[in-house]
């Protein structure tokens, strides 16, 4: 019962009144959109960062480098472009309880953007990519009619994906503070099967379908305290949002969901002899705002090296269990069918190489050296920017 509070099928019993509104008023939440699924559905875009462990908030880069912090842009050339592709495992989930539980790659994760420098103090940016993106495999559902006696088999799903459109501005004030803000618009999309049962207890399987956007803007700064030291941080607010799914019949309004509040911090040291840079960060995601779960508390550290053309590197992240599992729903009974922390602990390895106006980036992202399980996740990251210097210079007179 529980596996299914976190993907939610319903099954709804229609009385006539309820068919006439058209309108059903759900007393729980919609929990595709529950942060427990966000631990899966992650396409960790940027591919620069990646490799270093998805570490630089406190780091001056391209349009990528806004997914940490707006107030990071910072290009040298007139104007730049951006593309990234994102792949990943598929896993399995539960199945010492289950079987055929799978959570599998949905809309690749892919990345397009462009930066544009308005002169030397200001800088502005567009970015479009698939932040998540799952397709969960469930496995069959029995469907009970109103005497509890199964009546058919539903095959589970959910499909959900969040787009973003960032718009992201940043202001040098003087060459050590930098400040930053991006407009964020995230689009969101979910499918899932649904059983709608009539009053003379017929049934009929219909698609459960949710399209809305929310607007998150985030704000950040970097402080450089000298050559080798900077700070950064970034922060976006939290939204609240009734989610409302069209079911072909009816329209199921859920009570509000919350997206959290999130901040990272992080720190950035540019070693004076030789061509390395060291950052650490600090993420926190204010998930505890639902009953069942605690805050995400996460770290980023990572080291890029540079040799001549090449950029090397090299990184480790935290994905920490975020559930209460100390939750029951009574002396004997555990909240959650699994009561075992899921921690995941990423290695990265990166490299990048400029060719002319081209930049090629490729990151490997693996949590299974350090904690291997069976929802042990692999990426592969790759990027093209390309910095087309002679278009926007000045033709001599």
């Known amino acids: 019962m529980r596996l299914f509070r976190c993907f939610l099928f319903v099954l709804l019993v229609l009385s006539p009144k309820l068919i006439i509104a058209f309108t059903f008023d759900s007393d729980d939440i919609n929990y595709a959109y529950h942060p427990f699924c966000d631990y899966y559905s992650e396409n960790f875009l940027g591919a620069d960062a990646a490799g270093r462990g998805y570490s630089g908030v406190a780091d001056m880069g391209g349009i990528e480098s806004t997914l940490l912090n707006p107030a990071s842009l910072h290009i040298e050339n007139k104007v730049q472009f951006y593309y990234e592709l994102g792949l990943k495992n598929n896993i399995g989930f539960l199945n010492e309880y289950y079987n055929n539980l799978e959570f599998s790659q949905y809309r690749k994760g892919t990345a397009y953007g462009l930066a544009y420098s308005i002169n030397e103090d200001y800088q502005i940016g567009l970015f479009f990519g698939k932040k998540h993106s799952i397709n969960a495999e469930l496995g069959p559902v029995i469907i009970y009619d109103y005497y509890y006696a199964p009546v058919d088999t539903l095959h589970g799903y959910l499909k959900k994906t969040c787009s973003t459109i960032n718009i992201p501005l940043s202001y040098r004030v003087n060459d050590n503070f930098q400040l930053g803000a991006s407009l964020n ?83 950035k040291y540019r070693m004076q002899k030789v061509p390395l840079n ?3 960060d600090f993420r926190h995601i204010h998930t505890s705002e639902y009953h ?92 093209i920017t390309f910095k087309p210097l002679k278009i926007f210079r000045q033709r001599k007179k």
Request: charged content about 25%; aromatic content about 16%; overall charge negative.
């Open 185 to 267: 618009i995230e689009m969101y999309n979910s499918e899932q099967p649904l059983v709608l049962f009539d009053i003379y207890g017929n049934h009929q399987f219909v698609k459960s379908e949710a399209d809305f956007a929310l607007i998150r803007p985030v704000i950040g700064l970097i402080l450089s305290f000298n050559e080798n030291i900077s700070f950064g941080t970034s922060f976006q607010n939290s939204v609240r949002k009734n989610i409302i799914e069209d079911a072909t019949l009816i329209h199921i309004k859920y009570l509000e969901n919350t997206f959290p509040w999130e901040i990272k911090s992080g720190l």
């Open 278 to 280: 060291l950052y650490i």
């Open 292 to 383: 069942d779960m605690n805050d995400r508390n996460d770290f980023f550290i990572g080291a890029d090296y540079k040799l001549k053309k090449y950029l090397l590197k090299l990184g480790y992240f935290s994905q920490n269990e975020y559930r209460d599992l100390s939750l029951k729903i009574s002396e004997e009974i555990d909240y959650w069918i699994d009561n075992k922390p899921h921690d995941r602990h990423f290695l990265t390895l990166g490299g990048s190489y400029t060719w002319k106006q081209l930049n090629f980036s490729l990151s490997y992202i693996d949590s299974r050296i350090l904690s291997p399980n069976e929802d042990s996740q692999r990426y592969f990251k790759f990027s």
